[in-house]
Nanobody, 127 residues
Framework: VQLQASGGGLAQTGGSLTLSCSGSGGTFNSYTMGWFRQAPGKEREFVAALRSRNSGGRSYYADTVKGRFTISRDSARNTASLQMTRLTPEDTAVYYC???????????????????WGQGTLVTVSS
């Protein structure tokens, strides 16, 4: 399975960006899809996740992005998206998309819950 993240760039505070994750080589609609981010000098942290339809299809968000970010997937196109609104400088990071096979609920918010990772796309939010 290969994942390719795109859509990063420069945004102003209060602005919006949409990240995309294109997948190939696997049964995309059976995966839990996750977005994580890593700011300079910090550990990679959970942003959002969307479980497969067979696992309930529920979405999960970090408290810091809840109400501002929305995760979605288009299984027909093997893509997952992260719509980000009301961006702040604290959202500046490299964003990684990930896919988990059989991710259990307790692991949805952890890097250990995911088997495949994209290369990351940089989001910079200016103040």
């Amino acid at each position: 399975v290969q994942l390719q993240a795109s859509g990063g760039g420069l945004a102003q505070t209060g602005g919006s960006l949409t990240l995309s994750c294109s997948g190939s080589g696997g049964t995309f609609n059976s995966y839990t899809m996750g977005w994580f981010r890593q700011a300079p000098g910090k550990e990679r942290e959970f942003v959002a996740a969307l479980r497969s339809r067979n696992s309930g299809g529920r979405s999960y968000y970090a408290d810091t992005v809840k109400g501002r970010f929305t995760i979605s997937r288009d299984s027909a196109r093997n893509t997952a998206s992260l719509q980000m609104t009301r961006l702040t400088p604290e959202d500046t990071a490299v964003y990684y998309c990930s896919a988990g096979v059989g991710t259990i609920l307790s692991a949805v918010r952890t890097t250990q819950g995911y088997d495949y990772w994209g290369q990351g796309t940089l989001v910079t939010v200016s103040s």
